[in-house]
């Protein structure tokens, strides 16, 4: 296998090719492992999850950003190989994110094709990883960027989030069976909100929307009343970070939920959150003129602490391994330096119980690289 260069990050210094002893376990091969397919579309996420019911993780990959192209399933042998796939519908569109989950009740997992200035389309599933369209999740053609999924209500159902730029995100309420009612705004009427995620960041029971914004919008928390009015908002980072992904784990362990920041122009960031729903303490990590687009965070070495996984463009992609402190890191790069992904995705794709990393790369190949021990299998 070849050997990979690790960094040493903390707050005070970046070692780019260390002389000291670095204790770490885990490693990526530099090109995927397993390609997913040799097409080079302009990929801009991925998703892992069982469409088929077997037990494995499958993907799902879209395609297009603003340029029509088939959406596609891979369907998992149960080896970690992919050795089956075929378009998710028989349209061609404008898809940005392609997030899936149990919408109609009926126990598998369906999809909600995010499309820019096109419909939102929701996929049903038969069971066996075969969609049909069922319709539009709403009237609205928007410039959408992503649609995310979570119950907001808390009634047993799946919502959807709905992302745009420079105009209003929206909420639609899961009313059953897969039928969704009318948009309901969050945020400004023009944000450009490119990612958000979901959670409970105030301890208060009620599920709250961490945006990630660009075009010079800061990004922002905004608080959950209870009776999903999202009035209440605090902002994070700079005020003017170029944001393409967040995610949301308790990084130093001490209960309350941090956000991790992806950027552009900037290093990356993570910032504290004090259980309040502030996060005022941050820290940036990475390279200072960072482009990146994505980013995951799960516990890759299974040490017991979240670490971080992040997608760049024109560089090399990069898991940073937390020490327990979410201050200090053992950086793994993996990837081409020429490699543009803009998403990434993370699931234990071959059963090892250690989670590999999924790449969309826009017009080059899309692939995993697989979560291997350092020295070999």
């Given amino acids: 296998m070849k050997a990979h260069v690790l960094c040493v990050f903390t707050l005070e210094l970046m070692l780019l090719c260390p002389s000291v002893a670095i204790s770490q376990t885990r490693t990526f091969s530099e090109s995927p492992e397993v390609l997913l397919g040799l097409r080079e579309d302009r990929s801009p996420?991925?998703?892992?999850?069982?469409?088929?019911?077997?037990?494995?993780?499958?993907?799902?990959?879209?395609?297009?950003?603003?340029?029509?192209?088939?959406?596609?399933?891979?369907?998992n042998n149960g080896r970690g190989r992919f050795t089956l796939g075929y378009p998710l519908g028989e349209e061609f569109s404008t898809t940005y994110g392609?997030?899936?989950?149990?919408?109609?009740?009926?126990?598998?997992?369906?999809?909600?094709v995010a499309n820019d200035l096109a419909p939102n389309q929701i996929y049903l599933n038969d069971g066996s990883g075969r969609f049909s369209l069922e319709?539009?999740?709403?009237?609205?053609?928007?410039?959408?960027?992503?649609?995310?999924?979570?119950?907001?209500?808390?009634?047993?159902?799946?919502?959807?989030?709905?992302?745009?730029?420079?105009m209003e995100n929206g909420i639609y309420l899961n009313q059953g069976s897969g039928v969704f009612g009318p948009k309901r705004g969050f945020g400004t009427s023009d944000d450009s909100t490119i990612s958000l995620t979901v959670a409970d960041v105030n301890g208060d029971t009620h599920p709250d929307l961490v945006l990630a914004?660009?075009?010079?919008?800061?990004?922002?928390?905004?608080?959950?009343?209870?009776?999903?009015?999202?009035?209440?908002?605090?902002?994070?980072?700079?005020?003017?970070?170029?944001?393409?992904?967040?995610?949301?784990?308790?990084?130093?362990?001490?209960?309350y939920l941090d956000i991790v920041a992806a950027n552009i122009g900037e290093p990356n960031g993570i910032h504290f959150g004090d259980?309040?729903?502030?996060?005022?303490?941050?820290?940036?990590?990475?390279?200072?003129?960072?482009?990146?687009?994505s980013v995951a965070v799960t516990d890759m070495d299974r040490d017991g602490d979240p670490d971080i996984v992040v997608g760049n463009i024109q560089a090399q992609n990069a898991v940073?391994?937390?020490d327990g402190t979410g201050r200090a890191f053992t950086v793994v790069?993996?990837?081409?330096?020429?490699?543009?992904?803009?998403?990434?995705?993370?699931?234990?794709?071959?059963?090892?119980?250690?989670?590999?990393?999924?790449?969309?790369?826009?017009?080059?190949?899309?692939?995993?690289?697989?979560?291997?021990?350092?020295?070999?299998?």
Avoid: K
Wanted: glycine share 18%; charged share 20%; aromatic share 8%.
């Fill in 45 to 75: 996420s991925l998703s892992f999850v069982d469409v088929d019911g077997d037990g494995d993780l499958d993907v799902l990959v879209a395609n297009g950003r603003h340029w029509p192209q088939a959406n596609e399933v891979f369907l």
């Fill in 98 to 112: 392609v997030p899936a989950g149990d919408l109609d009740g009926d126990g598998d997992p369906d999809v909600v």
């Fill in 135 to 166: 319709g539009a999740l709403g009237p609205e053609v928007e410039s959408t960027r992503g649609v995310f999924l979570a119950d907001l209500n808390q009634d047993g159902l799946l919502d959807a989030l709905v992302t745009n730029r420079g």
């Fill in 213 to 255: 914004n660009r075009d010079g919008q800061p990004n922002a928390v905004y608080l959950d009343d209870g009776t999903l009015g999202f009035g209440r908002s605090h902002p994070f980072g700079t005020g003017s970070d170029e944001t393409r992904g967040v995610a949301v784990a308790d990084m130093d362990g001490d209960g």
């Fill in 275 to 293: 259980g309040t729903g502030r996060f005022e303490t941050s820290v940036s990590f990475g390279g200072e003129n960072a482009r990146s687009y």
């Fill in 320 to 322: 940073y391994f937390n």
């Fill in 333 to 377: 790069m993996f990837g081409g330096d020429s490699d543009v992904t803009y998403g990434i995705a993370v699931g234990d794709v071959n059963g090892d119980g250690f989670p590999d990393v999924g790449v969309a790369n826009s017009d080059g190949l899309n692939g995993i690289h697989l979560n291997q021990p350092v020295g070999g299998r």
